[in-house]
């Protein structure tokens, strides 16, 4: 008797040890399933801030989000100008497409640099709108068809059925308009930011921008913003989503500031197909201070980083 109760207390501590295991282990489980991965922003701030020489690394922020630029000096007699550097999105400044020669070069040349980081593009954007209009959408649905469905006799209602199941396929952009609409609003927020800092350093202000980034910044420029710049020099700039691609072709003809527009001959499709209508769309609206280079090779080759640097301060010294 004794020793079947001792069994059944043995039995039932080893029932309530391996019901506390399986809670600690499920907790666990669930804490991990929730930890979100570290941002790709947050991981080149950091880089930059660790491997980069102190005196050029200048912490900003843009509202509550913070980010790194990278300040270097004239070493000319006189400065000429302040070069601000953005590179294309989900790209560093120090980068070997052309942004890094420039950011270390122009210095020469009596410009001084200030580069800074793009933000994180957010990929959930066009599903957080679509998730939005979805859920106004099915609520708007059901109460048309509660209505519906009380003066429609059986047999319309069995018709209008069988309509609903046929499904169009729209065509889908490469990049919806919320994903890049997004990633240029908190570009223009950071530019702003480094804008100001850089009128603390001289009062001529050249922007020079790569790729998607350069395509955002011309939009914000056809809007005839507040902040002057003595000239905008775009590289390979472009927009992943077609209509607005085209769209930016009859832009560069329509901002204020002088347009050099560099591209190379081994560009993306997109961009090499818009050349031709760039030109056209200039001539139309008589934008005199446009001028297009085509450089040749891959854009990180040396020869090309120093014939980039060349048309950049040849297009500027005619300019001022």
Known sequence: MCSATSLLQFLRAGVITCAVSICIISHSISAAEHIAPTSWSSIVSSDLSRL????EVRPLKAGETEFISLHREYMSAEQRAVVLIIPDWQNLPTNNAGINFLRTHLNDLGYTTLAMTVPDIDWQASKKASQTESTDTATADSQQNENTNETNSPADQASESAEDTVKHVDAIEYVSDDVIDDYKENLIARFEV???TALNDGSKIVLIAQGASAGVLLEHYA???????????SLSSYLPNNERNQQLNTLVSTISPPLLDVF???DNPDLLMSITDRKRWVKRHSKYDYRQRELFGLSSEPEQHARLTKEIDGFLRRLF
């Open 52 to 55: 980069m020489p102190k005196s």
């Open 194 to 196: 480094l804008y100001q």
């Open 223 to 233: 809007s005839f913003p507040n902040d002057d710049l003595e000239a905008f020099i």
């Open 264 to 266: 190379y001959s081994n």
